[in-house]
């Protein structure tokens, strides 16, 4: 059996949202689900990243959102279900994000995200 560990609901993204993990920009893919304490998103990878990311940013491709350098650490990062056809290059992934301590205006931009780009629990 599966025991369920995340202690806050996670949301389906209403519209396209993408994330992108810094410092270096690796890893850039399509928002999965959202909760208050973290994330997930899917991408393609080319290779494995070397270094740990410390931060992310998570924005909006229709209006303009866009939640910079949000503090977070790798829960995991697993190729995505063998159902999907990866080419020899490229494997699909998927990532899970735990968020790390975040500012006032970090908190009120999460808040505003999850208020109005959610479509409802995952």
């Known amino acids: ?12 993204p209403r519209t396209e949202a993408y994330v992108a993990l810094r410092p270096d920009f690796t890893k850039l893919g399509r928002l999965i ?26 924005f909006t491709s229709n209006d303009g959102f866009h939640l910079s350098r949000l503090a977070c650490r790798v829960i995991y990062d697993i190729r995505f279900p063998e159902n999907e056809k990866s080419s020899k ?21 999460l808040e505003f995200y999850l208020k109005n780009h959610v479509a409802g629990e995952a």
């Open 89 to 109: 290059l490229f494997e699909h992934r998927r990532c899970g994000m735990k968020f790390g301590e975040v500012t006032e205006v970090q908190a009120t931009q």
């Open 33 to 58: 689900n959202i909760s208050r304490g973290g994330l997930a998103f899917r991408y393609l990878a080319h290779q494995r990243q070397e270094q740990a990311p410390t931060h992310l940013d998570l």
């Open 1 to 12: 059996m599966n025991t369920e560990r995340r202690k806050t609901v996670r949301f389906l």
